[in-house]
């Protein structure tokens, strides 16, 4: 049998109040019950493919360290910070030059950009190229300079 979201409240009368549960808590607390549906949701099929069951105890002590574990890795991962746009325009009569390349390893393919403004931040040129049968990064390199 197929696993769903379907498949998890087909039968289930409650399903409405569950959905309440989350609509009307915060983030923690959502957090907590979706983590405790889990385990639950774990649990059953354990004992329904194994024939194994933990106690209300240690599903309770598995829902709390799981939850210090992911609390732990907020604090750990990197945040996303904000920068301050850093492009600023040539002084007059100079243009500004960017480009950029992606690779796709998988399809020996390469792609690159350029786009050149004027003092008054104005695209005065741009343009884009598709490069196929690309071996490798260093060849991408070697034709974005060419």
């Known amino acids: 049998m197929v696993e769903s979201r379907e498949h998890i409240f087909k039968d289930y009368d409650a399903k409405k109040d ?6 009307n808590n915060p983030t923690r607390q959502c957090r907590l019950i979706a ?15 194994e024939r194994k069951r933990r106690s209300g105890v240690e599903l309770a002590r598995f829902v709390k360290d799981y939850i210090t574990e992911l609390d732990g890795l907020e604090n750990a991962l990197p945040r996303p910070t904000l920068r301050q746009n850093s492009w600023k325009p040539p002084v007059d009569p100079l243009v500004r030059i960017n480009m950029d390349v992606t690779y796709r390893k998988l399809k020996n ?38």
Request: net charge positive; with cysteine.
């Open 109 to 146: 393919k390469s792609f690159s950009g350029i786009v050149i403004r004027d003092f008054r931040g104005s695209v005065v040129g741009s343009r884009t190229v598709r490069n196929e049968n690309i071996p490798s990064l260093f060849a991408v390199e070697a034709l974005a300079f060419t």
């Open 35 to 49: 983590c405790a549906i889990w385990a639950l949701w774990i649990d059953k099929n354990k004992w329904v493919h």
């Open 18 to 23: 569950i959905w309440q549960l989350f609509a």
